[in-house]
């Protein structure tokens, strides 16, 4: 009884590697029990998780954790994840070394847990549906790639290509100009095309039959099917957040800050949280105050900010008006309400 009890009180501090990890075992008293390297597969895993049952295991996000965690976690292990980006006692030391970084996880670990600013990951299915949104991202990647390549070589022959003409009609225009010397790239072109097309069927499916709160939030203007359900994959859950307020920050939408003394500088946005989902809101943002937004408090609080004038005042305001739409998606994703693009007038005092 009281051996099971000193293993269930160990901590085990993993760093994380592509091939092996390094793992340091702490005591009760935060003495070095052991350190070992262990292969990345995820039968060693279990045994190695197996020789200390109960243990409390601390690793650092990276491509690893997520799967790691969630291994770690069925069988029976308290798990803490660690921000990567709020670790400079690990990133910045002078002697940084795989066992280092594994000691330093498991003593903030066991001293305090909140020194690691311990992150939740995602369900299993919640991340492969995000990742068939990243594999669309880098097909338009790889197809802006393409069709700035046929602009450049057409353009060093003197035949211009408008910039105007959209990707998926860019093929059927430009093989009208020396389309032999680039068949191959518009090939290529019209491959990714029919590849993001089926994409987008399949995604419009997923959205619909699996994760219908992302139809609701599509009430609002500029936010379509991409935007809707990327952000209800990434928050994952609505219950996650106890104000809706809280989702700037999640999602980097908030200022850096570095005040001391009399000293409180303006810095840009953390651009912490999920790049993807705000690059999304960025790009609504750009919609609503552009000359197609329809009018709405949205699209009225970024002018007022745009009007303020400034070197960056245009920015500021897509900033804040991508802030509050992640606020108003939220709110409307908690309360299940229907969108009003004006609030109600205030109720006249009698």
């Known amino acids: 009884m009281n051996t099971k009890s000193a293993v269930e009180k160990l901590t085990i501090g993993l760093d994380l590697g592509d091939r092996r990890h390094h ?31 109960g243990a409390t295991f601390i690793m650092e996000t990276g491509t690893h954790s997520p ?7 069925s069988l029976g292990h308290p798990v803490i994840v660690a921000n990567a980006r709020k670790l400079r006692a690990i990133s910045q030391s002078q002697t940084k070394s795989d066992r280092e970084d594994a000691q330093m996880l498991a003593r903030l670990g066991r001293a305090d847990p909140k020194l690691l ?19 669309r991202e880098a097909l338009v990647r790889n197809r802006v790639n393409l069709i700035n390549s046929v602009r450049f070589l057409l353009k060093s022959l003197g035949v211009f290509v408008s910039s105007s003409i959209k990707a998926m009609a860019f093929t059927r225009k430009v ?16 491959a990714i095309n029919a590849e993001i097309k089926q994409l987008d069927l399949e995604l419009e499916t997923l959205s619909r039959e699996r994760y219908p709160a992302s139809e609701r939030l599509r009430q609002i203007p500029g936010v379509g099917p991409l935007t809707a359900l990327c952000f209800v994959l990434t928050l994952e859950s609505p219950a996650h957040f106890a104000h809706a307020r809280a989702v700037g920050p999640y999602l980097g939408l908030v200022p850096r800050r570095d005040q001391s003394g009399q000293s409180d500088k303006q810095l840009g946005i953390t651009k912490a949280g999920h ?51 992640a606020v108003t ?12 693009p004006q609030p109600p007038p205030l109720a006249q005092a009698a």
Do not use: M
Request: proline share 4%; hydrophobic share 45%; glycine share 6%.
């Open 23 to 53: 793992a340091c075992i702490l005591d009760e008293t935060g003495e070095i029990l052991a350190e070992e390297t262990i292969v990345n597969t995820r039968e060693v895993l279990s045994a190695f998780c197996g020789r200390y049952p």
């Open 67 to 73: 799967w790691v965690s969630r291994l770690v976690s």
């Open 117 to 135: 600013c311990p992150i939740r990951h995602r369900r299993e299915d919640t991340q492969r549906a995000l990742v068939r949104l990243k594999v």
């Open 175 to 190: 093989r009208a100009q020396l389309a032999a010397l680039v068949a191959a790239l518009l090939t290529a072109v019209d």
């Open 275 to 325: 790049v993807q989902l705000r690059c999304l809101l960025v790009n609504c943002a750009h919609y609503i105050l552009g000359p197609f937004g329809p009018p709405c408090a949205l699209r009225a609080a970024g002018e007022r900010i745009a009007a303020r004038g400034g070197k960056s005042a245009k920015k500021r305001a897509v900033i804040a008006v991508a802030r509050k739409l």
């Open 329 to 340: 998606l939220l709110a409307l994703w908690k309360t299940g309400a229907d969108y009003q």
